[in-house]
Structures are given as structure tokens and as C-alpha cells.
């Protein structure tokens, strides 16, 4: 059997439990058809670079599968036709990682830093010496409106 990762989209408006219990459903396809579900990972509720069906957000899963094509070709026949499903990619690979995803490694890493809105290493910004770019000084008065007749006021 072939070693795949697989990934997909569920609709913004379900809610976590309904989300697992897709997945349930899919690992049921799955072992009916002679395949097995290893990781299964849940990266939350995440915003779409660009709406997709309407939405723009969706629940994001991944799931390593070792299956036969026919069974994985089940699996994306029967997620094309789930009004729930907004996108799915599977990807064949030689082997599964160890350990968490880079998503959830990227989550972990962000929440170890603290708070987001700090500055960092760079201190507060300083709006004073921006060179040419900043304040330009004093541009003077106005120039008087024209009228709509195209003389001036």
C-alpha cells in the first residue's frame, strides 16, 4: 500500500465536533476499502488567502493514510461531493514525519514567544529621524480655490 498526506478544508460555519466527525466518516471509507488512518491533525480554524465557495475562513486538517489508490480515490470522490469539504490535496510520500507538523510547530513556536503585538528585539519605532520621508516642515499657505468659472477667488 502507498503512504500519502493528506489534507482539507471544511466550511467555516461547522462547528469543531462536526469537523470530527467528517474525519470519522473518512477513516470509516478508508478501512472499509482496506486502508488505515495513522496521524490525524487539526490546525484550528484558519482565514483563506482568497474566499473560496463564499468563505473566508475554513478548518484545516491533515491525515497520513496508508491505502490503496483505489481506496484513496474513494476518499476524494466522496469529499468532491461533501457540500462540507471545501478543498482537499493529497500528496505521495515515501514516508510519514515523526513528531508534529510544520503548522503545529509553527503554532507552538508563536505561542512560546509571548505576545504578539510586542516589539521584539527591535525596541519601539521612532518617527523622528525618518530622513526625506518624514515630517517635511512648513509648506505654507494654500493656493486660493478657482471658482467653477476658472477664476480665482
Not at 488512518?37 to 487539526?42: P, W
Not at 514516508?95 to 503548522?103: C, L, N, P, Q, T
Request: hydrophobic share 30%.
Amino acid at each position: 500500500m502507498a503512504l500519502y498526506e493528506h489534507v482539507f478544508l471544511a466550511r467555516q460555519d461547522l462547528s469543531q465536533q462536526q469537523v470530527d466527525a467528517l474525519v470519522e466518516q473518512y477513516k470509516g471509507i478508508l478501512s472499509e476499502l482496506g486502508g488505515s488512518v495513522g496521524r490525524v491533525e487539526s490546525w484550528g480554524l484558519k482565514s483563506l488567502t482568497y474566499r473560496v465557495k463564499k468563505n473566508r475562513k475554513a478548518y484545516y486538517t491533515l491525515m497520513d493514510l496508508d491505502c490503496p489508490p483505489a481506496a484513496l480515490k474513494e476518499l476524494e470522490r466522496q469529499q468532491g461531493l461533501s457540500e462540507d469539504v471545501l478543498r482537499f490535496m493529497t500528496i505521495k510520500v515515501d514516508k510519514h514525519e515523526e513528531g508534529a507538523s510544520a503548522m503545529l510547530q509553527k503554532r507552538e513556536e508563536r505561542s512560546e514567544r509571548g505576545d504578539r503585538g510586542g516589539f521584539g528585539d527591535r525596541g519601539p519605532r521612532s518617527f523622528g529621524d525618518r530622513g526625506d520621508r518624514g515630517d517635511r516642515g512648513d509648506r505654507g499657505p494654500r493656493r486660493p480655490r478657482e471658482n467653477s468659472e476658472g477664476a480665482a477667488e
